[in-house]
C-alpha cells in the first residue's frame, strides 16, 4: 500500500534525526497552542436547536424576549413569627443584597413605599387619558352630573376632616372626581398575584405567612461564572439572617440562575470525581499492560495533537465556536484512543517497523476517515453548536490517527525479554474464540430478535428540564412558590414582535384588547400585560382624541361651575381644585418607552425587551390545559405575533433534533459504506464490516427499549461517538480477520486486544459518570456503556462468522 511506504520511510528517517523529530513537535505543538489560545466561546445551549427558515422568527424571539429570568425570594414565617418580623427579615434581606451584591443586581422588586404609591398615582393622574377605558367614561359621565358632583363633594370633605385627611388631601384637591383612582385599578393587570396583598410595603399571602420579593440578576441565567459569585453571596446572606431570626422566619430561593449554577457546579464535581478515579485505573491498568511508566504520555499525546489542531483550526473558520460542542468534542475523543492503543499493541507483540505498518496503516486510516465523515455529516444539521462538534471531531480524529504513527514507534519500543510480553486476563480474553461458543451466539441472536420488538419503544425526551440537576433546597421552594401561586394552571406567554418598537406595540394593543374579551368570555383565567400600561403612539393619540372629546369647553367649564358651586357649601375656596380644572384643559401628548420607566412599582423590561434592533412585547396568559389549543389556534394567524408554550417549543425544536439525527445515521452510515467498498473493493468484506455496525445499532436501541431508557438532546448526540467506535471495532476485526488469511497466522488476538482496551477506556471514561448525579451526565453514561458493550460483543462474535460465511467460504477459522 503507498500509504504504508509513506509512513515507512518517515519513522526511518526520524530514527535517525531524533532531535529534529523533537523540535518539529515541539514547534508545530507551540503554534497550534498559540493559534488555538485565541478562540472565544459561545456559552448558549439554544445553539444546540437546530435554526432554519421555520423557526429562525421564533429563536429571534425567544433569545429577546425575557423570561423567568428573575430569583424569588419566599421569606416563611414559623409559628412564633409575626408580621413584623417578616418584614424585618426582608429589609434586612435587601440592604444586604444592595451592600454586598450590587454589582449582580438589576433591581430587587417586592417592596413599595408609601412615596411609591404617590409617583404612582401621580404618574396616572398627569397621564390620565392614557389609563382610561370606555367604561371608565361611562363612570365618568354620571361622575360629572350635578347631583354626583355634589355628593361626591361632600364626600371628599369628610374624607378631609377625618384622620386620614392628611394623607388624602393632596389626592382629593388634584382630582376630586377620582379619575386618577379610576385609573390606576387598570394597572393591576401588572401588579401582584390575587393570592397576595400590600402590607407595610410588602407583598404578602392572604394569610400573612409568606413574603414575596423578586431579584433580577444583571447576568443572564447562561453566564455561570458570573453567578457562581451571585448565587454564594446570596445563600450567605440567607444563612446569616436564618440564623438571626432562628425561632421566627427562614427563607427559599427559586429562580433559573440559581438553577443554572447549581448544575454547572454538580456537573463539575461528578466529573473531577468520577473522572480522577477513572484515570488513576486507567493510567495504573495501561502502566501493567505495556510494562512502561511514559505509557500515559504515550498514549494522551496524539488525542491531545488532534484536539488542538481541530481547535486551531476551528479559530481560523470560525469567529466564535460553542463551548457546549468543545465540551461534548472532548468526551468523543475518547474514540481517538483507539489508534493509539492499536499501534501500542502492535509494537507490544514485537513487529518490526515494516510489518507495523504494513499491519496497522490500512485499518487506522480507514477507521479515522470513515470516522471522520460520520463526523462531518453533522454539517447537514442547521444548528452551530453541532455544526461546531462535526469539524471539531472530524479534525481531531484525522489529525490524531496521522499523529499517532508518525509519534507513538518513535517514542515507544518493547525491550527483547519474555517477562516483557507476559500473558495478561486481556491477553486470554481477546484470545477466546467467541464466535465458537454457542451460547453467547445463541444470546446475541436472542438479544437482535428482542430488539426487534423493541427497538420503536424508545422515545425521546423533549422536556429539556428533566435534564436540570435541581438542589432540594431549590426543588422545595419550586413547589411551596406552585402552591402559594396556585401554579397548577397553564402558564403561557403571547409575544408581539418587530424590528420596529410601535409596531410591536401596535400588535400587542390588539392582543390586550383580545385577552380582554377571552378573560371576560372564562375562555382564560387571567393574564398579565405591559398593555394596560403601554400603549403604542397610535394608541395613545386615540386615546388623548377620545380625552378631549369628552372634556369638551362646554362639559368643562360645567364641571368647574358645579365643583365651585357645590365646594362653596363645604366651606371650599373657589381656587381649591384649580389643579384639577388645569388637568381637564391640558394639551397632552404621547410618552416615550423611558417616560414609563420613571415608575418604581413596575419594570418596563419585564415586559418590552429590545436587542440589536429587534423588539418583543410580552404578555402572560393564566389557562386551563383544556383551553391551550383554543388560544393557539385563535392567535395562529395573527401578524407579527407568537404564542409561546416554553415546553411545547422545547419539544417541537428537540423533536426536529430527533428527526434531523434519524436523517443523520442514515447519511453517515451510507457514508461509511461507500467508503469501506473504495478501500475493500470487495462487495463482502464491506457486508462484512457494515452488518455488525447496524447490528450494534439495533441492538443498543433495542436494549433501551427493553428497559425504558430515552433518548434525550445530550445522548442522542453521543449515539454519534458510539456509531463512530462501531465503525472502528468492525474495520479493526475485519483487518484482523484479513490478516490471518493473508498469513496464516492467529493475529486475530492482538486486534480484539486493542478493543478490549479501547472498551475498557470508553467505560472508565465515560460510563463511569453513571455514578453521577447529574441526570444529563447519567444518561450518557447509560447510554454510552449499552452502545460500547453492544459493539465489542457483535465484533467479538456475529463479524468473524460472517467474515467465515461470505470470505471463507465454510472453512473453519484459525
Not at 486470554?428 to 446475541?444: D, Q, W
Not at 469501506?676 to 447496524?694: A, D, E, H, Q, S
Amino acid at each position: 500500500m503507498f500509504m504504508d511506504n509513506i509512513f515507512i520511510s518517515l519513522c526511518h528517517f526520524f530514527n535517525k534525526k531524533k532531535v529534529l523529530f523533537a523540535i518539529i513537535i515541539a514547534v508545530f505543538s507551540l503554534v497550534l497552542m498559540a493559534v488555538a489560545s485565541q478562540i472565544t466561546f459561545e456559552e448558549d445551549i439554544s445553539k444546540l436547536i437546530p435554526e432554519n427558515s421555520e423557526n429562525k422568527q421564533l429563536q429571534k424571539v425567544l433569545q429577546t424576549a425575557h423570561f423567568s429570568d428573575k430569583i424569588v425570594v419566599i421569606v416563611n414565617r414559623k409559628d412564633n413569627g409575626t408580621l413584623n418580623d417578616l418584614t424585618q427579615y426582608a429589609e434586612a434581606f435587601i440592604d444586604s443584597v444592595n451592600l454586598n451584591l450590587s454589582e449582580y443586581t438589576k433591581a430587587i422588586q417586592g417592596q413599595v413605599g408609601d412615596d411609591t404609591i404617590f409617583e404612582t398615582l401621580n404618574f396616572v393622574y398627569e397621564n390620565a387619558p392614557l389609563f382610561l377605558t370606555d367604561s371608565d367614561y361611562k363612570i365618568l359621565e354620571n361622575r360629572r352630573q350635578k347631583d354626583s358632583i355634589l355628593k361626591r363633594t361632600e364626600a371628599n370633605y369628610k374624607t378631609l376632616i377625618s384622620p386620614s385627611g392628611l394623607i388624602a388631601k393632596q389626592t382629593i384637591v388634584k382630582d376630586p372626581l377620582g379619575i386618577s383612582l379610576l385609573a390606576v385599578k387598570h394597572l393591576q393587570k401588572l401588579g401582584i398575584h390575587k393570592d397576595f396583598q400590600l402590607k407595610n410595603g410588602f407583598i404578602v399571602s392572604k394569610n400573612e405567612s409568606h413574603l414575596l420579593l423578586f431579584i433580577t440578576p444583571q447576568y443572564g441565567s447562561s453566564e455561570t461564572n458570573k453567578n457562581v459569585a451571585f448565587a454564594n453571596g446570596l445563600y450567605n446572606i440567607q444563612d446569616e439572617l436564618n440564623i438571626s431570626f432562628s425561632d421566627t422566619v427562614s427563607s427559599e430561593y427559586f429562580g433559573g440562575t440559581l438553577i443554572a449554577v447549581a448544575n454547572a457546579q454538580q456537573i463539575k464535581k461528578d466529573i473531577q470525581l468520577t473522572i480522577s478515579i477513572a484515570l488513576t485505573v486507567l493510567m495504573i491498568l495501561f502502566i501493567v499492560f505495556y510494562k512502561k511508566l511514559s505509557i500515559p504520555l504515550i498514549l494522551f499525546t496524539p488525542t491531545l495533537f488532534g484536539g488542538l489542531l481541530s481547535v486551531a483550526i476551528l479559530f481560523l473558520i470560525r469567529e466564535t465556536i460553542s463551548a457546549i460542542s468543545l465540551g461534548i468534542g472532548a468526551i468523543l475523543l475518547g474514540v481517538t484512543l483507539d489508534y493509539s492503543l492499536h499501534i501500542l499493541t502492535h509494537i507490544r507483540n514485537k513487529e518490526d517497523t515494516t510489518a507495523l505498518y504494513k499491519s496497522v496503516t490500512k485499518p487506522i486510516l480507514m477507521s479515522s476517515l470513515t470516522t471522520a465523515l460520520a463526523f462531518l455529516c453533522l454539517l447537514f444539521i442547521d444548528s452551530q453548536a453541532l455544526q461546531d462538534l462535526g469539524i471539531f471531531a472530524a479534525i481531531s480524529v484525522l489529525g490524531a490517527s496521522v499523529f499517532a504513527l508518525i509519534f507513538i514507534p518513535q517514542v515507544y519500543t518493547v525491550k527483547n525479554n519474555a517477562s516483557a510480553h507476559r500473558k495478561t486476563f486481556i491477553d486470554a480474553v481477546a484470545s477466546y474464540p467467541f464466535h465458537r461458543n454457542t451460547f453467547i451466539i445463541g444470546a446475541v441472536i436472542l438479544l437482535c430478535i428482542t430488539s426487534l420488538f423493541t427497538y420503536n419503544n424508545v422515545q425521546f425526551n423533549q422536556d429539556i428540564s428533566k435534564l436540570n440537576y435541581m438542589p432540594p433546597a431549590i426543588k422545595n421552594a419550586e413547589n411551596r412558590l406552585e402552591k402559594l401561586t396556585n401554579a397548577a394552571s397553564k402558564s403561557l406567554y403571547i409575544v408581539t414582535y418587530s424590528d420596529t418598537l410601535q409596531v410591536a406595540l401596535e400588535a400587542n394593543d390588539n392582543i390586550v384588547k383580545r385577552l380582554t374579551t377571552l378573560e371576560q368570555q372564562q375562555q382564560i383565567s387571567s393574564f398579565n400585560s405591559v398593555g394596560a400600561l403601554v400603549y403604542s403612539e397610535k394608541k395613545q393619540r386615540e386615546k388623548i382624541n377620545q380625552w378631549q372629546a369628552f372634556w369638551s369647553p362646554e362639559h368643562v367649564g360645567f364641571t368647574k361651575q358645579q365643583l365651585i358651586t357645590s365646594g362653596t357649601q363645604f366651606g371650599f375656596k373657589p381656587e381649591t381644585f384649580n389643579a384639577f380644572y388645569q388637568l381637564l384643559e391640558k394639551s397632552f401628548t404621547p410618552l416615550e418607552l423611558n417616560d414609563y420607566r420613571t415608575l418604581n412599582t413596575i419594570s418596563i423590561d419585564d415586559f418590552i425587551a429590545s436587542e440589536n434592533g429587534f423588539n418583543a412585547v410580552s404578555s402572560l396568559v393564566t389557562l386551563e390545559d383544556n383551553q391551550v389549543a383554543r388560544l393557539k389556534t385563535s392567535f395562529k394567524n395573527t401578524p407579527n405575533t407568537l404564542v409561546i408554550d416554553r415546553q411545547a417549543i422545547n419539544e417541537t425544536l428537540l423533536g426536529n433534533l430527533k428527526n434531523d439525527f434519524n436523517q443523520l445515521i442514515i447519511y453517515s452510515f451510507a457514508v461509511v459504506v461507500v467508503l469501506l467498498l473504495l478501500f475493500y473493493r470487495n462487495v463482502k468484506l464491506t457486508l462484512v464490516t457494515c452488518i455488525p455496525i447496524m447490528l450494534t445499532w439495533c441492538i443498543t436501541i433495542g436494549i433501551m427499549g427493553l428497559f425504558s431508557i430515552e433518548f434525550n438532546i445530550f445522548n442522542i448526540i453521543i449515539s454519534t461517538f458510539i456509531f463512530g467506535l462501531g465503525i472502528d471495532y468492525s474495520i479493526f476485526i475485519t483487518n484482523g480477520l484479513l490478516q490471518e488469511q493473508k498469513t496464516g497466522i492467529n493475529t486475530l488476538p492482538m486486534y480484539k486486544t486493542s478493543v478490549i482496551l479501547s472498551v475498557i477506556t470508553t467505560i472508565f471514561g465515560v460510563g463511569v459518570l453513571v455514578f453521577a448525579k447529574h441526570p444529563a451526565l447519567y444518561s450518557i453514561s447509560i447510554v454510552t456503556i449499552i452502545g460500547i458493550t453492544s459493539a465489542l460483543v457483535v465484533a467479538f462474535t456475529i463479524q468473524p462468522i460472517l467474515f467465515n460465511v461470505f470470505i471463507l467460504k465454510k472453512r473453519s477459522l484459525n
